[in-house]
Structure formats: structure tokens, C-alpha cells
């Protein structure tokens, strides 16, 4: 039997934060020499890449609009990243950062939902296999908004009572996101 090409299963998607997830957090990390791998990051995503996981990066950068640093060097940091990361085709397919203050208007900034819902309609993703992944209550809040799963992760700059909002709302919490994919998306690797 011949299957259509709109026929064809609809993908899983995982909406990363950057800072305090996938690399740590220096509180408005501007300089390259600040970039680093949170430990078992790398080893994680080329699971999810394996396992058909679509990798998008969703980011507020309110430093840009603070006049703390600028667009080159935000780009700079991710270039850096990508490198470390090293990661096989696909990829990251977007990297999206919001860089408007918190009491600015903006469509993309955390917890808005609009990069999100782009993007599962843009590469055509399965909304209940996606999930939005970060450290803050925004990036909890996003996925929410999204009509996603979301995961908390204790690697960044989350609070204590941050984690109780996390619990009250029944989001998963994890140490971090290799901790995540093994125990939520069931993929190992070897160390």
C-alpha cells in the first residue's frame, strides 16, 4: 500500500531555551568566552535528532534592548554554541530571540505562544509530541500557551518558588535536559 505524502506522520518537536538549558546561564551571556555546554547537553540532542525530533531554540534576550550587548554579539554566542554542539543535519533548524524588556511589546517574547505555533504549522509537527523546555517560569508559560507539554529544569536560573508554580501547574521537572530526554522521551546514550 502507497502512502501519500500528506499521508505521512507528522513529526515531534522539542522548543529549547538556551541559557540555563543548553548552555549556562551568565546572566545576560554576551561574550563567547562565556559559552559552554550544560554537562550531557550534546550527547542528548543527537538522541532527539536520531529519534525524528525537530530541534528549535526560543530565546529572550531583553539584553539587547537593555543596551547590555548587541545583536553581534548575541549572534556570536550562538555561532559559538553550534559549534560546541557539533551537531549532525538537521540540526537546530530556528534559533528565534525576542530581544525586547519585559514591559516592551513584542510577538515572540516568552511566554507569547506565536514562535511555537509558527513553527508546528510551518514544519507541519505534531502538536502532542512537542514539547517547550527551559528554565523559567516564561518558558514554562510558553508551552502552555502553546497548547504544548512543558518541562522545568533545575540547570539554570529558576527560583524555588519558580518550581513551586512548576508543581501547582503540573509541568514536568527535571534536574536538567539530558535528565528530561532520558526519563520523558525514553533515549539513552552511551556517555
Keep these: 500500500m502507497h502512502r501519500l ?3 505521512m506522520a507528522k513529526s515531534p518537536a522539542l522548543f529549547l531555551d538556551r541559557d540555563g ?10 561574550q563567547v568566552d562565556q559559552v559552554s555546554l550544560i554537562s550531557g547537553v550534546k550527547p542528548a ?6 529519534a525524528g ?4 531554540i526560543l530565546t529572550n534576550q531583553s539584553g539587547i534592548n537593555r543596551g547590555i550587548f548587541t545583536w553581534e554579539q548575541y549572534h556570536a554566542c550562538n555561532q559559538r554554541m553550534l ?10 533548524l530556528e534559533i528565534k530571540a525576542a530581544p525586547e524588556k ?6 515572540y517574547r516568552k511566554p507569547s505562544p506565536r514562535f511555537i505555533l509558527e513553527m508546528i504549522e510551518q514544519h507541519e509537527l505534531d502538536a502532542t509530541r512537542c514539547w517547550m523546555v527551559g528554565d523559567r517560569i516564561t518558558d514554562w508559560d510558553a508551552g502552555l500557551n502553546a497548547g504544548i507539554k512543558s518541562c522545568a529544569v533545575r540547570s539554570g536560573a529558576g527560583r524555588p518558588e519558580d518550581f513551586i508554580y512548576a508543581e501547582k501547574m503540573k509541568f514536568t521537572i527535571r534536574q536538567d535536559f539530558p535528565d528530561f530526554v532520558r526519563q520523558d522521551l525514553g533515549l539513552n546514550w552511551n556517555k
Design 102 to 107: 519585559p514591559d516592551e511589546p513584542s510577538l
Design 21 to 30: 538549558n543548553l548552555i549556562e546561564d551568565h546572566h545576560h551571556t554576551c
Design 83 to 92: 559549534e560546541l554542539l557539533d551537531l549532525p543535519a538537521p540540526g537546530i
Design 45 to 50: 540532542l543527537n538522541a532527539c535528532l536520531s
Design 5 to 7: 505524502a500528506g499521508d
Design 53 to 56: 525530533y525537530k530541534l528549535f
